[in-house]
Nanobody
């Protein structure tokens, strides 16, 4: 069983920044896909950002230019750097990592991010 541990959430004012780390108990060099999802109040969970084995990244349109996903293989950790935060970014953020083309699919426990106006 792989453990994913998120941290870094909290309360921040609009325009501020946060960085969310997600540490894995498994080697992430072999991960097929890693990403951050969020569930905003009253909405379905959505994919915010992802990074694949070759390092290519994808972002939902609403965070492009403000958020950045990165990875540190030696630390078995991925990060979500969130800048210029808006109240609509308020959500529970979840880390997800997949190995073996998705056959192994793991989620973190979630971390709350609240952006005040």
């Amino acid at each position: 069983q792989v453990q994913l541990v998120e941290s870094g959430g909290g309360l921040v004012q609009a325009g501020g920044s946060l960085r969310l780390p997600c540490a894995a108990s498994r080697n992430i060099f072999t991960a097929t896909l890693m990403g951050w999802y969020r569930r905003c109040p009253g909405k379905q969970r959505e994919l915010v950002a992802s990074i694949s084995t070759d390092g290519s990244t994808n972002y939902v349109d609403s965070v492009k230019g403000r958020f950045a996903i990165s990875r540190d293989g030696a630390m078995k950790t991925i990060y979500l750097q969130m800048n210029s935060l808006k109240p609509e970014d308020t959500a529970v953020y979840y880390c997800n990592m997949r190995w073996r083309l998705g056959l192994d699919d793991y989620w973190g426990q979630g971390t709350q991010v609240t952006v005040s106006s």
